[in-house]
């Protein structure tokens, strides 16, 4: 790691960086990339490519491969994104059950497109890989954590109504 980077870095994050990659033997520090992005977003919200530089440095690596695993993973928000972040499945088993529906209702009741957020920063819409739920499509995954399934209208309304009535 430089001199310039280590400066860029603040004791608290470097301290969370440590530990991940205390994990691994010496040789092998750069297995610890998903963690320390994981790491930054918890931080910042989202990746920046300053950010991606800052961890290639930390952990020896190029920066292209940093950017590669940011930009593979849909868990790491390469911007700043709403407070509820939808990665809705755009696979063919979730569109063969409705999923096109499913997005054009969130689209249109939002009032974004894919890959948008709302004026009021409280949802981003995302396109997503298969979830792995198909049995259950059209699905999509709240904030990275939470999976909705069965995507109906009226379901996507009550949760749109129920996570703005949340924060009012």
Do not use: W
């Not at 972040?85 to 497109?113: D, M, S, W």
């Not at 198909?134 to 309304?157: A, E, I, Q, W």
């Amino acid at each position: 790691m430089t001199d310039a980077s280590q400066s860029r870095i603040p004791d608290v994050t470097r301290a969370r960086f440590d530990k991940e990659v205390a994990k691994y033997p010496a040789d092998q520090k750069q297995s610890a990339v998903m963690a320390c992005l994981a790491i930054v977003q918890r931080e910042q919200g989202f990746v920046s490519r300053e950010s991606e530089d800052i961890v290639a440095d930390y952990l020896g690596m190029p920066p292209i491969a940093v950017h590669e695993v940011t930009t593979f993973y849909n868990m790491y928000n390469q911007r700043p994104v709403g407070k509820y972040k939808f990665n809705v499945c755009t696979n063919l088993p979730c569109q063969l059950q409705g999923g096109a529906k499913a997005l054009r209702h969130l689209e249109h009741r939002l009032g974004i497109r894919m890959g948008e957020t709302t004026a009021d920063g409280m949802f981003t819409l995302q396109q997503s890989e298969c979830l792995g739920a198909c049995g259950d499509s059209p699905v999509m995954l709240v904030n990275d954590r939470t999976m909705c399934s069965f995507m109906s209208s009226d379901k996507l309304d009550q949760m749109i109504d129920g996570l703005k009535g949340a924060t009012s």
